[in-house]
Nanobody, 118 residues
Framework: QLVESGGGSVQAGGSLRLSCAAS???????MAWFRQAPGKEREGVAA???????IFADSVRGRFTISKDNAKDILYLQMNTLQPEDTSMYYC????????????????WGPGTQVTVS
């Protein structure tokens, strides 16, 4: 039910915008972006609750923005000033209720989209 798009390759300092189509979540939900690099644990990047509140990982705060177009049911992750350490597979995830830290709390996942920064 979640499908990411917008990944690709970019040079350091560049920008990408990821999108996630999600039609199931209308009220009292949290939608989030996670990422996982080879050999590393999946980590939370940013999350947005249906009340509009947002959470960002320290590593991306000030560079990444999360938003949701409720009319189109699309979640976005605007990534600016990308760095090589941002290289990872990025996943869209969702759950009903509050935003919780930890991937285990999220019920729905997209297949992921690769972001490579060189």
């Amino acid at each position: 039910q979640l499908v990411e798009s917008g990944g690709g390759s970019v040079q350091a300092g560049g920008s990408l915008r990821l999108s996630c189509a999600a039609s199931r979540y209308a009220i009292n939900y949290c939608m989030a972006w996670f990422r996982q690099a080879p050999g590393k644990e999946r980590e939370g990047v940013a999350a947005i609750h249906s009340d509009g509140s947002t959470i960002f990982a320290d590593s991306v705060r000030g560079r990444f923005t999360i938003s949701k177009d409720n009319a189109k049911d699309i979640l976005y992750l605007q990534m600016n000033t990308l760095q090589p350490e941002d290289t990872s597979m990025y996943y869209c995830a969702a759950r009903f209720g509050s935003c919780l830290e930890g991937s285990a709390y999220y019920e729905d996942w997209g297949p992921g989209t690769q972001v490579t920064v060189s």
